[in-house]
């Protein structure tokens, strides 16, 4: 037994042991991981979401892709809310202030959800609600993140943290979102995701009080010195403008045209910022890397008609997924932070492709020829892919960090992400592609499995970029 006298010596020992062990835990960390942690634990809504398009607004899966693209465009106008936070602080605050509106734009788009939208056009304008208000927050974290940070490794251990994070507030609610879509239904569960906005925007205080380079003042020279920062938010602008105006017109091939102008744009705004060969040489290939696309909602729709998963069991999964996920970032964190990008892409790459096979042999009955029931047979292919989720972007986001300059965190940070970000636009525009032409529908899922082998073998092709990047990667 223990000698009650050791305690309180031993006490401050574990503490120290346990803050190491989070990297140094510091109060100025908590509105970082609190947007985060939140951020992941958005999945609450994600069975509640699947069938909510499912059922109540009967959207095909060419669909779902389509409204996919027009979500995935606030994240590539990061830009915007960057440069805004920077530069124009509000009532002296220049990432407090940002942090709480994004808070109450994705508390108000949840809210509306659970009001009663139940058109196609209601849905998309609450869901962009939601999505612009996590790009706000995200923004903030991000710039947090750079400021305060000492040293590069400490910058590394925070941005792994986050990712931590991220996937703690995934497996808090993985089970959850399927209970609560088939306990409470889709609208209620809206109802009970608006909390998350709201834990973000009780931790601004801490803004003010623990991050010491949070009250630099906006940034007025480097990367946004001469009117730069104007051009940023005047072309993030416009961008937007032009991208609503398009929808609202119903423009042919106004997606496409959004597309090609946004690849522009950001190329533009990136080479009047200013940033180094070998960082543009790693986003293009990591743009091939999340621009290759899904098989969109068609094999969620087939699981749940052909195979009868519920919504319990799609939580389950979830759940797993997420621990694995974050099991993996644990296993591999020293490795991704330390081994160059080109590395992590190339055996991630092989190795998700090689796991997907399961999936496309669930389709054929390869369980049954298996002796295995389809949800066991799923939850095994869970397993074994999981843990490859979340370990392409941290050392990238690494990289990010480390050209980031003092005073316009938020800017350098918000510009490359709207590149990743437009990638994951360009997926599901070509997602929608591939849905339109094998033509999976509710009643029809006959071509599903071609479609299937179809992007797993497109998911190969960035694996042609990544002799370039590791050319760049050597001198540094």
């Given at each position: 037994?223990?000698?009650?006298?050791?305690?309180?010596?031993?006490?401050?020992?574990?503490?120290?042991?346990?803050?190491?062990?989070?990297?140094?835990?510091?109060?100025?960390?908590?509105?970082?991981?609190?947007?985060?942690?939140?951020?992941?634990?958005?999945?609450?809504?994600?069975?509640?979401?699947?069938?909510?398009?499912?059922?109540?607004?009967?959207?095909?899966?060419?669909?779902?892709?389509?409204?996919?693209?027009?979500?995935?465009?606030?994240?590539?106008?990061?830009?915007?809310?960057?440069?805004?936070?920077?530069?124009?602080?509000?009532?002296?605050?220049?990432?407090?202030?940002?942090?709480?509106?994004?808070?109450?734009?994705?508390?108000?788009?949840?809210?509306?959800?659970?009001?009663?939208?139940?058109?196609?056009?209601?849905?998309?304008?609450?869901?962009?609600?939601?999505?612009?208000?996590?790009?706000?927050?995200?923004?903030?974290?991000?710039?947090?993140?750079?400021?305060?940070?000492?040293?590069?490794?400490?910058?590394?251990?925070?941005?792994?943290?986050?990712?931590?994070?991220?996937?703690?507030?995934?497996?808090?609610?993985?089970?959850?979102?399927?209970?609560?879509?088939?306990?409470?239904?889709?609208?209620?569960?809206?109802?009970?995701?608006?909390?998350?906005?709201?834990?973000?925007?009780?931790?601004?205080?801490?803004?003010?009080?623990?991050?010491?380079?949070?009250?630099?003042?906006?940034?007025?020279?480097?990367?946004?010195?001469?009117?730069?920062?104007?051009?940023?938010?005047?072309?993030?602008?416009?961008?937007?403008?032009?991208?609503?105006?398009?929808?609202?017109?119903?423009?042919?091939?106004?997606?496409?045209?959004?597309?090609?102008?946004?690849?522009?744009?950001?190329?533009?705004?990136?080479?009047?910022?200013?940033?180094?060969?070998?960082?543009?040489?790693?986003?293009?290939?990591?743009?091939?890397?999340?621009?290759?696309?899904?098989?969109?909602?068609?094999?969620?729709?087939?699981?749940?008609?052909?195979?009868?998963?519920?919504?319990?069991?799609?939580?389950?999964?979830?759940?797993?997924?997420?621990?694995?996920?974050?099991?993996?970032?644990?296993?591999?964190?020293?490795?991704?932070?330390?081994?160059?990008?080109?590395?992590?892409?190339?055996?991630?790459?092989?190795?998700?492709?090689?796991?997907?096979?399961?999936?496309?042999?669930?389709?054929?009955?390869?369980?049954?020829?298996?002796?295995?029931?389809?949800?066991?047979?799923?939850?095994?292919?869970?397993?074994?892919?999981?843990?490859?989720?979340?370990?392409?972007?941290?050392?990238?986001?690494?990289?990010?960090?480390?050209?980031?300059?003092?005073?316009?965190?938020?800017?350098?940070?918000?510009?490359?992400?709207?590149?990743?970000?437009?990638?994951?636009?360009?997926?599901?525009?070509?997602?929608?592609?591939?849905?339109?032409?094998?033509?999976?529908?509710?009643?029809?899922?006959?071509?599903?499995?071609?479609?299937?082998?179809t992007v797993g073998a497109l998911g190969l092709l960035p694996l042609l970029a990544l002799p370039v990047l590791r050319r760049h990667e050597a001198p540094d």
């Open positions: 037994m223990t000698d009650p006298a050791t305690l309180p010596a031993a006490a401050p020992g574990r503490i120290a042991a346990l803050r190491r062990g989070l990297g140094g835990m510091r109060l100025a960390y908590v509105p970082i991981l609190a947007t985060y942690f939140c951020y992941g634990a958005s999945g609450i809504i994600g069975v509640a979401l699947l069938y909510f398009q499912k059922d109540a607004l009967a959207l095909t899966p060419a669909e779902v892709a389509g409204i996919g693209f027009w979500l995935g465009l606030p994240w590539s106008m990061k830009m915007v809310a960057g440069v805004a936070s920077d530069v124009y602080p509000i009532f002296g605050s220049r990432r407090g202030a940002y942090l709480l509106l994004g808070a109450l734009g994705s508390a108000a788009g949840y809210a509306a959800l659970a009001a009663g939208v139940g058109t196609k056009g209601g849905y998309l304008l609450a869901m962009l609600a939601v999505t612009v208000g996590f790009m706000v927050q995200d923004v903030v974290a991000d710039a947090l993140s750079v400021q305060v940070a000492e040293t590069d490794a400490e910058m590394g251990q925070i941005q792994t943290l986050g990712r931590m994070a991220l996937l703690a507030g995934s497996i808090s609610v993985g089970y959850l979102s399927g209970w609560l879509a088939a306990r409470i239904g889709p609208r209620a569960t809206f109802g009970v995701a608006t909390a998350l906005p709201l834990l973000v925007a009780a931790t601004v205080p801490l803004i003010r009080i623990a991050a010491r380079a949070a009250a630099a003042p906006p940034a007025t020279a480097g990367p946004l010195a001469g009117g730069k920062a104007r051009l940023v938010l005047g072309v993030g602008l416009a961008y937007g403008a032009l991208g609503v105006a398009l929808e609202v017109l119903d423009v042919a091939y106004a997606q496409e045209i959004v597309l090609v102008v946004s690849a522009a744009l950001i190329g533009l705004l990136l080479r009047r910022v200013g940033i180094s060969r070998a960082v543009v040489i790693a986003a293009i290939v990591i743009f091939m890397f999340r621009a290759t696309p899904g098989v969109g909602q068609g094999y969620s729709y087939w699981a749940i008609d052909a195979l009868g998963f519920d919504q319990k069991f799609l939580g389950l999964l979830a759940q797993v997924s997420s621990i694995l996920s974050l099991a993996g970032l644990l296993v591999f964190r020293k490795t991704i932070v330390e081994r160059p990008v080109s590395f992590t892409l190339f055996w991630v790459v092989l190795a998700g492709t090689v796991l997907y096979l399961p999936s496309i042999g669930l389709f054929y009955g390869l369980n049954e020829w298996l002796g295995m029931s389809a949800r066991t047979f799923a939850f095994i292919d869970t397993t074994i892919s999981a843990p490859l989720a979340q370990l392409t972007m941290v050392p990238m986001l690494v990289l990010i960090a480390r050209t980031a300059p003092r005073g316009a965190e938020a800017t350098m940070f918000a510009i490359m992400a709207s590149l990743m970000n437009l990638a994951l636009s360009a997926s599901e525009l070509f997602t929608r592609y591939l849905n339109a032409a094998y033509t999976v529908t509710q009643t029809d899922y006959s071509n599903l499995g071609r479609l299937m082998i």
